[in-house]
């Protein structure tokens, strides 16, 4: 019951935040000049800003499926679709909730412990910020932009920073003081204490620098593919957008995710992507439609690829050979 208020709470929260999101980005926008611009959108570019983002899926999908290999190898194209269901899951449930819907997917389908499934799963999402925050940081350097912009590049330094410190102390606790202490007080309800010996599992992938590595370069491919489909909508709708732009498009909109929203980051993906263009000198009407149209084509792309994946998956629960623990 008590998880249950707390999900409850934190949707509420999120649906508050996207709410709040939705009305400044319509305050002062004229929505019938957006809806000419969004009608006149360009169907070759935006074809080619879809295969982008599928481009970039597929390297995600090579970056799980090299967190996972030191627990245990999963063919690409099973890998690609757990987490494509999870990606779906996410498009309509708050709180990335789809993270959990991945993790229990390949856990019930591949025999790996949940619980370290999961912590792969912590393990690329601290990659994936360090590397989107470090792509913001350098197009801001390029462009020169200041102002609020630069602030919020700020804030997603210092959360990367905390993610990765994070990251460390969980896996270094059982070293630091009062480390055996807490095992030992643990001890006392040993389901919670395997959950977390098992989390730490998957943690541990973070501590195998060919591992890392790999998975920093993967994410660095992925998201130049996200920048080349910010790049290709901006064309279908007229705007000559340089690299640098669509660098600082892609990271800031993407970090505004890490906001808490509704499902779908409604409004906080809109609000992010209307502020940085209004740095580049682009209108809130335009800058509304370039950020919606991004937004949707990138839920179009992953939730028909996660629609594909569930479809060929099924509902068929695990068989006794891969039961595993949480």
Known sequence: MRRLSTNLARSA?????????????LRGVDLNQTAQILGSADLKWLCLAAAAFGADMFFRALRWQRLIAPIKPVPLRRLSAYMLVG??????LPARLGELVRSHYLGDREGISRSATLGTVVVERVVD??????????AILVLNIRGVVVSAILVGVALAGLLVVAL?????????PGGRR?????????????TIVRLRDGLRVAALPKTIAAAGILSVAAWSCTVLAVLAVGQSLGMQLTVGQGSLLASGMNL?????SGPGYLGTFEYAGQTIAAAFGITASKGLALALLIHVLALATSSAGGVVALVGLGWQRRNAASASGA
Request: with cysteine; charged share 5%; aromatic share 8%.
């Open 168 to 176: 460390a102390v969980a896996l270094a606790a059982h070293r630091l």
């Open 87 to 92: 990606y779906l899951a996410n498009n309509f």
């Open 13 to 25: 929260v999120g649906i508050l935040i996207s709410a709040v999101c939705v009305f400044l980005v």
């Open 256 to 260: 505004a995710t890490a906001v808490p």
């Open 129 to 138: 910020t360090v590397v989107l925050v470090g792509i913001g940081a350098v």
């Open 182 to 194: 807490l095992g030992a007080y643990l001890g006392r309800w040993p389901r919670v204490k395997g």
